[in-house]
Nanobody
């Protein structure tokens, strides 16, 4: 069993930055692929970024490429999402997810955090 707790969301003006954190606990959690997803009201949950446990592989949604950076500290069992140059369309609930084999498909992830709200004002 894996538990995930996100933090770091909030209200920010367009062009600003936020850093989200996801603290993970559970058996061998450092060996899991970690992903960030987001869901805006009335929209389907969408992929934002993912990182594998060796840190050798990362990927991003086209909409955030060049603005967001995913990273992880396996010693702390924590994954981060640094979000720069935020836009109003980035407004959503951001979720952290963990799985052994999933990548950018949210339906394949087994473990989820409770989500943290990010609101970007124009």
């Amino acid at each position: 069993q894996v538990q995930l707790v996100e933090s770091g969301g909030g209200l920010v003006q367009a062009g600003g930055s936020l850093r989200l954190s996801c603290a993970a606990s559970g058996r061998a959690v450092s060996r899991y692929t970690m992903g960030w997803f987001r869901q805006a009201p009335g929209k389907e949950r969408e992929f934002v970024a993912a990182i594998n446990w060796t840190l050798a592989r990362k990927s991003y949604a086209d909409s955030v490429k060049g603005r967001f950076t995913i990273s992880r500290d396996n010693a702390k069992n924590t994954v981060y999402l640094q979000m720069n140059s935020l836009k109003p369309e980035d407004t959503a609930v951001y979720y952290c997810a963990a799985d052994h084999e999933a990548w950018n498909d949210y339906q394949e992830y087994d473990y989820w955090g409770q989500g943290t709200q990010v609101t970007v004002s124009s």
